[in-house]
Structure formats: structure tokens, C-alpha cells
């Protein structure tokens, strides 16, 4: 019969690699997604959701293209376990589905026990992280919205890796714009667990500067161990504790849940190390991770368009060992991440990278891409226009 893949998780991974099985294959592999979402919520743009200046419904996109011109069967469910030497998974509804190849795209979940008390102060929903675009977005926004003039907002970030190095950096300058004309006498805290700013660090810098003077302060150096709820606060490794109005912690992040339990995260029990022609796990064969999941080659960020990247060389290697073709040698991905400063203006970093077969990974080509010079609202209509080709690239 025809060939079966399974594709786990439906964002920036595994949509795009649905997607592509399909086309690359003139539709002659069958392809099979779980994804419990029953729309797509992106993560890119949704800091602009957070600061006001966009709405769910802008984030917010159907999967339906994948199944009606893709042939994609999307089941909304969620895989509970993989048996990688019978080749099956079961869903949570019961069901066992048997795969020829299985794709791991399930993001990322959190080591919440790093830092004491946080677990229980997100469940109590005081203490937001909103890193995974959803309801958990709209609630930090309504805290923002409901703190009094000349409060602090304060987000906490751990040390590198985690999804998206500027993502954290983006969102405390949209909510510094928010508050600039909304709540003027408040105040921004960036509370670093990394020496310096991740990414973009002086165009950050500049911008923070210039757009918001004294209302944005970034202070490196503070690694996070617990939080107390009942004072709102935040303890850490070496400095002192500070106080906020509204406390943004984000939790140190691994692979996601199922990849852990599966075995699949051979890279510290936290990524998965992948080979990196086909993205094929080094724990499993048969079993590809793409996404946020794996442990990184040199200079590769945690990004939605590194994902779609990965996807697609994914895609084109699962299509050739099943039908039987030769693969790609040589695969090369892209990256761009663009960043909002304010509701219009927007910096920008970009790499390309290269697979080197004599040394089995992916290497940034030296002089590709690189940094804007200044912010600027050319970027910004950019930025709307790579949200919306990304969109159309990943599910329709
Ligand atoms: P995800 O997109 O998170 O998809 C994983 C999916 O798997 C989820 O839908 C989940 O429901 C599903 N899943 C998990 N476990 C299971 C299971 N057991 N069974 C079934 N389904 C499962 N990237 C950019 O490129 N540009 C940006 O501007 C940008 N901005 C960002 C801003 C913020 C605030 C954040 C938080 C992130 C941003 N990112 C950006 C990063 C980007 O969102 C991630 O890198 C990207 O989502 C990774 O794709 P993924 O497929 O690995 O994971």
C-alpha cells in the first residue's frame, strides 16, 4: 500500500512538513497530523497582541488548507506515546496508528522545578509566561491592562537556549510603547539570566534609549532559582529580589513532553540531537524532530521560520528515501527574525546555513545575512509581509 506518515504537532514544524510531503510526492505519500489545536495561533506577532497593538484574530489562522488542497489528514488529538521499535502511536481518543516514518515537531514544554514556586504561581494563573501563543497571550495582556499607572511590569528570561532569543526583548519594547501612551509614569524591567542582550543587543539598546528613555531598564546577570507569590517576586542566583506589579516569568525550556518520554532527547535529557541531512533522531530510526525540539547546529536559532526550514529539508528527504531517489547532500536553510520596537519600527537578523558532509552539520556561510543597520517602518511593513508569506507557506 502507500507509504504512511505521521507528523506530530501542527505549528511551525510540522504543518510545513504535511504540507510538503504531500507536494513534493504529487500526493502519492499519505500523511497523517495530530495537533489537539483546532486553529493555528502564532507565536510570531503575538507580542504585538500582548502591547495592544494587534488582536487574537490576527494571529489566529485555520488549518483547514492543509486537508482540503493538501490532502493532509489532520486529526485533532494528541499523541500520548510512541513505540519506536513497533513503528505506532497512540492517540489520547485510543486510537493506535501505525507509521513508515514518524516527524516530531511538538515544540517546546518547561522545567518548571528550575525555579522554585513557579509552577504553582502559573497554575494559579498569577504568573504568566504567554511563550506559547493562546489564551495564555489575552491574560497577560488583561494584567497590563489592568495595572495602575506608575506599576512595573517585569519579564524574567533564562539562559540561552530557549525559543526565540529575541523574542523576550520584542515584547518589553511593545509594552513599553503601550505604556508610553497608555500609562506613562510605569516602568519596564528586563531581568536578564544572560551577561547581555541575546539578540540585536544594540539595536535594542538604541531603541529603548531613544523611544522610551528612562522607562525600559535592562539589567543582565539574573538567573532566576524561585518566585514568591504572595509578594510578587522574583529571587535569584547572586543579585538581590525585585518586586513587580506584573511578574512575566519564562521557564527554562526543553523539548517538548512527548520527545522527552519517548527517549528522543538524548541531547542532556532537554534537546534532541538529530542528523542533520535528514533530520533523522540519533535515538530512533525512522523518527524525524524538526523544530524548537533539537539540539541546534552552530549559530541556528529556536525559530517558527528555522522550523519551516527544517521541515522542508525534512520533507525532501523523507520523499526521496521512500520513493527510492537520491537525497539532497547538500541541504542549506535560511533564517530571519524580525522585531517590533515599537508598533511600527522593526530591526531585523538574518543567517543562511549550509550542511558541510565532512562535518555532519550545519555551518552559518560567512558574510550571509547579518543585522538592520537602524530601525526603520520599511522593516515594519516587512515584518507584516513575512508574517503573512510565512502563514501561507506553512498551512495553505
Ligand atoms: P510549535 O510551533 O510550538 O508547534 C508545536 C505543536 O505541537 C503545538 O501546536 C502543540 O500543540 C503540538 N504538540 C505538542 N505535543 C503534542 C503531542 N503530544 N501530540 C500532538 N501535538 C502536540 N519565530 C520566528 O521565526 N519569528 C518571530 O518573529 C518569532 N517571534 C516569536 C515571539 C514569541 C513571543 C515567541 C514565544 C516565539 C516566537 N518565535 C518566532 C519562535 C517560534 O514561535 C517557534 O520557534 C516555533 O513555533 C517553533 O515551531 P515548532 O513547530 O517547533 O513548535
Not at 13 to 39: C, F, Q, W
Request: with cysteine.
Amino acid at each position: 500500500g502507500k507509504a504512511k506518515v505521521l507528523v506530530v504537532g501542527g505549528g511551525y514544524g510540522g504543518a510545513t512538513v504535511s504540507k510538503y510531503i504531500r507536494l513534493l510526492s504529487d500526493h502519492s505519500i499519505d500523511v497523517m497530523m495530530v495537533e489537539p489545536n483546532t486553529s493555528f495561533v502564532s507565536c510570531p506577532v503575538s507580542n504585538l497582541v500582548i502591547g495592544g497593538q494587534k488582536t487574537m484574530a490576527d494571529i489566529t489562522n485555520p488549518y483547514t488548507g492543509l486537508s482540503s488542497r493538501h490532502g493532509v489528514r489532520v486529526v485533532h488529538d494528541s499523541v500520548t506515546a510512541v513505540d519506536t521499535a513497533k513503528k505506532t502511536a497512540t492517540l489520547a481518543g485510543g486510537s493506535t496508528v501505525s507509521y513508515d516514518k514518524l516527524v516530531l515537531a511538538p515544540g517546546i514544554d518547561f522545567m518548571w522545578d528550575q525555579i522554585q514556586g513557579l509552577r504553582e504561581a502559573h497554575t494559579a494563573g498569577q504568573i504568566l509566561h504567554a511563550w506559547k501563543a493562546g489564551p495564555e497571550t489575552m491574560a497577560l495582556r488583561r494584567q497590563l491592562e489592568a495595572m495602575r499607572d506608575g506599576g512595573t511590569y517585569a519579564i524574567v528570561i533564562p539562559e540561552a537556549p530557549y525559543r526565540c532569543p529575541p523574542g523576550p526583548y520584542e515584547r518589553a519594547s511593545v509594552i513599553a510603547a503601550y505604556f508610553k501612551k497608555a500609562k506613562p509614569k510605569s516602568k519596564v524591567l528586563i531581568l536578564d539570566g544572560n551577561p547581555d542582550v541575546t539578540s540585536k543587543g544594540p539595536l535594542f539598546k538604541k531603541a529603548w534609549q531613544d523611544l522610551y528613555g528612562g522607562m525600559v531598564e535592562y539589567r543582565p546577570q539574573h538567573k532566576a532559582v524561585a518566585v514568591n507569590a504572595k509578594t510578587n517576586t522574583v529571587e535569584f542566583e547572586v543579585q538581590g529580589d525585585v518586586k513587580a506589579d506584573v511578574l512575566n516569568v519564562l521557564p527554562v525550556m526543553r523539548a517538548g513532553a512527548l520527545a522527552v518520554q519517548t527517549g528522543l532527547a538524548n541531547a542532556n535529557n532537554r534537546w534532541c540531537h538529530v542528523n542533520f541531512l535528514n533530520f533523522e533522531s540519533t535515538a530512533a530510526k525512522d523518527v524525524h524532530v524538526i523544530g524548537d525540539a533539537i539540539q541546534v547546529a552552530q549559530g541556528m536559532p529556536k525559530s517558527g521560520h528555522m522550523a519551516n526550514s527544517h521541515a522542508k529539508v525534512t520533507a525532501a528527504a523523507i520523499v526521496a528515501e521512500l520513493q527510492g531517489i537520491e537525497i539532497n547532500p547538500h541541504p542549506m536553510v535560511t533564517n530571519v527574525c524580525m522585531s517590533y520596537v515599537d508598533d511600527a519600527h522593526v530591526i531585523h537578523v538574518a543567517s543562511v546555513h549550509e550542511f558541510v558532509p565532512t562535518q555532519k552539520t550545519f555551518r552559518t556561510i560567512g558574510g550571509s545575512g547579518g543585522v538592520s543597520d537602524v530601525r526603520s517602518d520599511l522593516e515594519g511593513r516587512y515584518a507584516e509581509a513575512w508574517a503573512k508569506n510565512i502563514w501561507a507557506d506553512t498551512l495553505m
